[in-house]
C-alpha cells in the first residue's frame, strides 16, 4: 500500500477504503524499514502514558476530552466573564433546559434567526443555520475560517447569544421586552468596548506580543514558517508553509491536506513536510519558525512528549542532515502566512499542492509583512534559540 517515492499509494487504498478512512489513514505516516516498532500508548496524554487524570476526564466527557482545548478557549474568549460563564454553561447544557430548548431559542426561533440574519451576510447563512448546536458553537467560537475578515466575529457571536438569551427569559415575564435592533446596537457597543478593553497593555510582554510580526533571517539563512489548522468541527487538518530570503522574497510555499487528527499531531506534520521542502530544494542553512511551543519543545529535544513516534523519529532524522537548522517559537502575530496557507490546506488534496510565488489568497498578508518586517528577533515568548546539533540532541 505504499507507493515507489514512500508515500501511501492513494490509488489503489482508494480502490478499497472510503473517503472517510482514507482521511484517517493520511495523517498517518507510511511504513519504513527504518522505523521503530508500534507501541500501544494511551491517546489522552501526550506523553502516552496513562494517568488518573486523563481517564477520569474522558469518562466524564467522553471523546470530547483530548480532542483540543475547548474549555481553555471558552475561558480565553475576549469578553465578559458573565458571558464566558454563560458560554461555558452553554457547552455543558446547563442552561437549566435542553438542547433542542436552547437551539430553538438562541439560534433557530423567528426572532433569533432574524438577528443572526441581520449579523451575518447573506452567503453565510447556509453554512450558519445547518449545523447541529454543539458544531455550531465551537464552528463560530473557535474555526478562525469562519468571517475571518472580521476579527471581532467571535467576540460578537459570543455576545449576541449571551444576549439572545437574556431576551428570551425576560420574555417569560414581560412579552413587550425589546426589539432586534436593541440587540444588534447593544452587541455592537459591547463588542467596542472588549475592543478597547483587549488593548490596555497587561505588561511588557503582552506590548511586545501584540506588535509581534515576521522578521527576516539573517543573511545567508532562509526562513521556513509553517502552521497546521484543525477544523473544531470535523477536526480536519490542513498544514501550510512558506520560505523567504533575507531580501523577504518569496521562494517557495506549500499546502496539504493532512486528514483528521489531534493538533499536537497535525503541528508535526507542518514542520515534517517544511523542512522536507527545505531539503529538497537545497537550502542548507534554515531558521524554521512555528507558533506552537509544544512541537518547538518536542523537535529541540526539551519535550519527551510523543517520544517514540515515527513522525517525531522522521523529523528528527532530516534534522540530523548535513546542514544548519534552527528551530525557533514564535507568536501568532509572526506567522500570519502560514497561518492563511495552512487554513487553506483544510479545502486541499492528499498530496503536496506548491507555489513558486504567493498565491492570491494570501498575497495581501505577504504584503502587510513586507512593510512590518523587522531584521531577525527572537520570539518574545521563548527567547531560548537551539541550533540543531548534528552530532547528537543536547
Not at 329 to 351: F, I, K, T, Y
Request: proline letters at 3%; charged letters at 25%; hydrophobic letters at 40%.
Amino acid at each position: 500500500m505504499v507507493s515507489v517515492h514512500g508515500d501511501w499509494d492513494w490509488e489503489r487504498l482508494g480502490a478499497l477504503l472510503s473517503r472517510e478512512k482514507l482521511e484517517l489513514i493520511t495523517s498517518v505516516q507510511p511504513p519504513r524499514s527504518d522505523a521503530s516498532l508500534d507501541r500501544s500508548g494511551w491517546r489522552w496524554e501526550t506523553k502516552r502514558t496513562f494517568s488518573v487524570r486523563s481517564a477520569y476526564g474522558y469518562l466524564v466527557h467522553g471523546l470530547e476530552f483530548g480532542n483540543g482545548d475547548t474549555w481553555k478557549r471558552v475561558w480565553k474568549l475576549a469578553v465578559p466573564q458573565r458571558v464566558r460563564v454563560f458560554i461555558w454553561l452553554t457547552f455543558h447544557n446547563r442552561l437549566l433546559t435542553n438542547v433542542e430548548r436552547v437551539r430553538r431559542h438562541v439560534a433557530t426561533s423567528e426572532f433569533g434567526q432574524g438577528v443572526w440574519m441581520r449579523a451575518l451576510p447573506r452567503e453565510r447563512w447556509a453554512s450558519f443555520f445547518s449545523l447541529s448546536f454543539l458544531d455550531w458553537l465551537r464552528f463560530n467560537l473557535f474555526d478562525t475560517s469562519f468571517c475571518a475578515e472580521d476579527g471581532d466575529w467571535r467576540v460578537r457571536f459570543a455576545i449576541t447569544c449571551w444576549l439572545l438569551w437574556k431576551r428570551r427569559c425576560r420574555l417569560l415575564f414581560d412579552p413587550d421586552v425589546g426589539v432586534m435592533d436593541d440587540i444588534l446596537r447593544r452587541g455592537g457597543r459591547l463588542v467596542e468596548e472588549c475592543s478597547r478593553a483587549s488593548c490596555v497593555a497587561k505588561g511588557p510582554q503582552a506590548r511586545q506580543l501584540r506588535a509581534s510580526t515576521w522578521s527576516r533571517p539573517r543573511v545567508g539563512w532562509v526562513k521556513l514558517n509553517v502552521d497546521a489548522s484543525v477544523s473544531t468541527v470535523d477536526r480536519s487538518v490542513g498544514i501550510g508553509g512558506v520560505i523567504r530570503d533575507n531580501h523577504e522574497k518569496w521562494l517557495f510555499g506549500f499546502v496539504r491536506f493532512v486528514g483528521r487528527c489531534e493538533a499536537l499531531l497535525a503541528e508535526l506534520w507542518a514542520i515534517h513536510d517544511g523542512l522536507m521542502h527545505a531539503w529538497d530544494l537545497g537550502y542548507c542553512c534554515v531558521e524554521v519558525e512555528s507558533d506552537c511551543l509544544d512541537v518547538v519543545q518536542i523537535v529541540t529535544a526539551r519535550s519527551k512528549a510523543l517520544e517514540g513516534s515515527a513522525l517525531v523519529g522522521s523529523i528528527l532524522q532530516m534534522l540530523s542532515k548535513d546542514w544548519s537548522v534552527v528551530v525557533n517559537h514564535v507568536g501568532r502575530g509572526s506567522n500570519g502566512v502560514a497561518d492563511a496557507l495552512a487554513q487553506w490546506g483544510r479545502g486541499s488534496s492528499m498530496e503536496q499542492v506548491s507555489f513558486s510565488e504567493a498565491p492570491d489568497e494570501v498575497a495581501c498578508i505577504v504584503e502587510n509583512e513586507k512593510l512590518s518586517s523587522f531584521p531577525t528577533a527572537l520570539s518574545v515568548i521563548d527567547e531560548r534559540v537551539v541550533p540543531f546539533d548534528p552530532g547528537g540532541l543536547s
